[in-house]
């Protein structure tokens, strides 16, 4: 089948609706060089997803995302979840909140950026996590987790003036008056000789080095080293988290005994006795909670145009 040219994902809603705007520039430089591509707008969660699989089906070339670390998540699970062997190559053009994903890409941002990338971008192989539970499976392109950033994800409305991450640190701050830090058993890949247990008041794993719009989580991660990157903290109370923040957020906090840092292949978050824990997924809250949560690596499966510079 030949292979179309271009298609661009938008989500229009992003950053409170800044998506929309982002690609009538875009749409405008694209005709300014009278380029050939088509343009689908998404209408609800889950529908970006949908649309990355038709463009497999229609031998869609490249791809243009449109939209914030949700948005690529939902393509990229829905590339990978098609199954396809050369799935398009994925160029970010970053209008969400937080923009993580698109730290590993590359410093710059706009539409100029993005015809860079279409210019001379070279493909570089992503990796990406799976986490799998009794009830269903995805695929993240930075993180899942457990803890307070469920919390802070159900109180970022009341920020949504505010900019990625003071947005992600109002609402943490927010989220942890009234937080009560659940308990949990994580055996990474060497199973229980290799088990973490306790509460918790942040768990994530990553693919990449920042969350919530700039904390330096994991700042040695790698999106391409065939591994994830496991960040654990405990729940010493609200003082010792508070003064661990500004760590955080510079990378410096590796030294820290409140901190837990591990790189791994693969692991199993469960609660004691059985009880369910919502999880989030590259920013959004998970669609049910799940008894136990089995994540591993998948090296390499997410084809992402950078610039040639960052290959």
């Known amino acids: 089948m030949p292979r179309e040219p271009l298609r661009v994902i938008v989500n229009p809603a992003a950053a409170g609706g800044r998506g929309r705007k982002a690609a009538r520039e875009l749409f405008g430089a694209l005709d300014g060089r009278s380029l050939v591509y088509d343009a689908h707008h998404t209408e609800a969660p889950g529908h970006a997803s949908r649309l990355a699989a038709e463009a497999v089906a229609d031998g869609v070339d490249r791809i243009v995302v449109v939209g914030g670390d949700g948005t690529v998540h939902e393509v990229a699970d829905g590339l990978i979840g098609c199954g396809a062997k050369e799935p398009p190559a994925v160029a970010v053009f970053p209008v969400g909140t937080g923009n993580d994903f698109y730290r590993m890409v590359g410093p710059d941002r706009g539409v100029a950026a993005v015809m860079g990338l279409l210019d001379n971008g070279t493909v570089r192989r992503f990796d990406v996590g799976r986490v799998e539970w009794d009830g269903g499976n995805r695929t993240f392109v930075n993180l899942m987790g457990v803890g307070i950033d469920v919390e802070v994800l159900r109180c970022r409305g009341r920020f949504a003036r505010l900019p990625g991450l003071l947005q992600y640190l109002a609402s943490f701050l927010n989220a942890l008056v009234t937080f009560r830090a659940p308990e949990v058993h994580i055996d990474t890949d060497g199973g229980e000789g290799q088990r973490i247990t306790g509460a918790t008041t942040l768990t994530v794993i990553t693919v990449g080095p920042s969350i919530g719009g700039g904390f330096m989580i994991n700042p040695e991660a790698q999106a391409s080293d065939g591994k994830l990157d496991l960040f654990h903290v405990g729940a010493p109370g ?49 669609p049910e909670p799940a008894r136990e949560l089995r994540v591993e690596v998948v090296p390499g499966a997410f084809p992402v145009l950078v610039p040639a510079r960052a290959a």
């Open 238 to 286: 609200v003082v010792p988290i508070l003064r661990l923040v500004p760590r955080v957020i510079r990378g410096t906090h590796g030294g820290s005994p409140l901190v837990t840092m591990r790189r791994l292949s693969r692991a199993v978050l469960r609660r004691p006795g059985g009880e369910s824990m919502w999880f989030e997924i590259d920013g959004e809250l998970s």
